[in-house]
């Protein structure tokens, strides 16, 4: 899959646990999940969940730990589905 | 000097009715929220009846955003945060802005049986099924037993003491006693106090099971024998709750806040599970001892109760409980106080009960009726021995309220008594 294909799919994943005063539209590459989306850390295993389920994967908890930012997730995902 | 603590706002969600507005017309007409669910008799459970308050979506998200409903498996929790915001709404308090510090002088003290019933069973079919990483954020908020007054906290912003307290039926009861408690001491301004109680088989099923509830009454739900009553073999199983602002006289007073009632004083003790007490029923020795301790807190005589909201579950303990009251009360036949028992309408909504009776109670007190006791027209033979019947009115009574009683009695042989006064 290109970053493309999985940014689609991913984006919508990620704006469920935006907080009420943050818009899709500053979701980018770039975006530190935490800092600058100000999604409460809790929630990050829900999106690794949701990412499971999307792409059908798994991820491990050495996995998660590199978990920072989109573009950090567009990699994990482009890792496992091509394994 | 302790200060004087007063009532400044109310909510309820009670298997007869939503919010403040519908529950008093539903009291006043006595009407039922016990109802037959299909999914008890496939379960095989004996009592086939509940009492479970209806929420529609809509109404779960007017309090809760798409978000926190991501997941959201409490039914406890939820009827929790819908009586907690509704009494800080009527007491016209606004919760903490998110930029603004906490509300350092506002506490909460909200209790439950147990919290999340459903949710943990479904956390322990993943457990189970080796699959612990798929449980998500949310389950531990939602199965701890201060899920809901976290989830209060967080909604409100409260910066004072924020906790559940835990005391089987006398929950709601207790939770009012510790909040004024908090506030008579001056280490608060406002308490949101109440308790909650989740719906279904999971919750049910253990009362089912000690053979508690009544069996007699599955095709007719309309017709439960209410407590007091010769036929009472048992209760209906219900779930809610119930949620009450408390406030400084002196704070109420300077915003010109609407005041239901003073918290005249209260006591909770225990019966120590000795003498005719056990886990499951109480010693009638310390039951008269809390209503005698309450009396004395609030400062009073037994002469001034006009009115006692009773624990009363239509179970074979009732004429003992009409017992206690008179003894510690000194007061019989037509000089006994009306009584009447919320839980012929609504089923007795466990750790919610407490707090959902209170509510009804300061509605009477602040209205000025008794509201009817229901299917409760052939008495208890017992009963009508130790009062006249006349207190123990089946129809609506206009009349003005002074002083009133509250009393709950739980497992662990747990009691507590409240008394209020009009102001």
């Known amino acids: 899959m290109t970053s493309k294909e999985i940014f689609a799919l991913l984006e919508p994943i990620i704006k469920t646990y935006l907080p009420e005063d943050v818009s899709a539209k500053e979701i980018n590459l770039d975006s530190d999940l935490t800092r600058e989306l100000n999604i409460n850390s809790a929630h990050l295993v ?38 | 000097m302790k200060k004087r603590v007063v009532i400044t706002g109310l909510g309820v969600v009670s298997p007869n009715g939503v919010g403040v ?13 016990i109802r037959f669910f299909p999914e008890l008799r496939d379960l095989n459970f004996s ?26 498996n409490s039914s406890g929790i939820l009827y929790g945060i819908i009586a907690g915001m509704d009494a800080l709404k009527d007491a016209q308090l606004q919760p903490a802005k998110n930029d603004e510090e906490p ?13 999340g019933v459903e949710k943990f069973r479904e956390a322990i079919y993943k457990i189970d099924d080796k699959n612990v990483r798929r449980l998500g954020s949310n389950s531990v908020a939602q199965t701890m037993t201060s899920g809901v007054s976290a989830y209060l906290g967080g909604l409100i912003g409260a910066g004072n003491m924020v906790t559940a307290n835990s005391s089987a039926c006398a929950t709601g009861t207790e939770a009012l006693l510790m909040g004024y408690e908090q506030i008579a001491n001056g280490k608060a301004t406002y308490m949101l106090c109440g308790s909650t109680s989740d719906s279904g088989p999971y919750i049910w099923g253990g009362f089912d099971a000690m053979k508690v509830t009544t069996y007699k009454y599955n095709d007719s739900p309309d017709e439960v024998a209410g407590p007091m009553s010769a036929e009472a073999n048992g209760f209906v199983p219900g779930s809610g709750a119930g949620a009450y602002l408390l406030e400084s006289l002196e704070s109420a007073q300077k915003r010109n806040a609407t005041i239901y009632a003073e918290i005249l004083g209260g006591a909770v003790n225990n019966g120590g599970q000795r003498g005719e007490g056990s886990m499951t029923a109480p010693n009638g020795v310390a039951i008269q001892k809390c209503i005698k ?4 807190s609030a400062n009073i005589s037994a002469s001034e109760i006009d009115y006692i909201n009773g624990h009363l579950t239509a179970t074979i303990k009732d004429p003992d409980e009409i017992e206690n009251w008179s003894l510690a009360l000194d007061r019989k ?6 009584i009447n028992s919320l839980k012929g309408m ?14 009804s109670s300061i509605i009477q007190l602040h209205k000025g009726f008794i509201f009817p006791n229901v299917n409760c027209e052939n008495l208890h033979p017992k009963i009508t021995t130790l009062i006249s019947s006349d207190k123990i009115s089946t129809k609506l009574i206009k009349t003005s309220l002074q002083t009133i009683a509250k009393a709950s009695f739980g497992f662990g042989d747990v009691n507590a008594c409240a008394i209020f006064k009009k102001i």
């Open chain 1, 46 to 83: 829900d999106i690794i969940l949701d990412i499971e389920d999307v792409f059908s994967i798994e991820f491990k908890n050495e996995d998660m730990e590199k978990l920072r930012n989109v573009n950090d997730a567009i990699l994990l995902i482009q890792q496992k589905t091509s394994d």
């Open chain 2, 21 to 33: 507005q519908e529950f008093t017309e539903a009291i006043k007409f006595g009407k039922s929220g």
């Open chain 2, 47 to 72: 009592c086939q009846l509940g009492g479970m308050p209806i929420i529609s979506e809509e109404k779960k998200r007017e309090y809760l955003s798409e978000l926190q409903l991501r997941n959201f």
């Open chain 2, 103 to 115: 509300l350092w002088d506002l506490g909460i003290i909200f209790g439950s049986g147990t919290s």
């Open chain 2, 293 to 296: 301790n309450a009396l004395q």
């Open chain 2, 333 to 338: 036949r037509v000089d006994f106080p009306y």
């Open chain 2, 346 to 359: 609504v089923g007795h909504c466990l750790a919610a009960s407490g707090s959902i009776e209170i509510v």
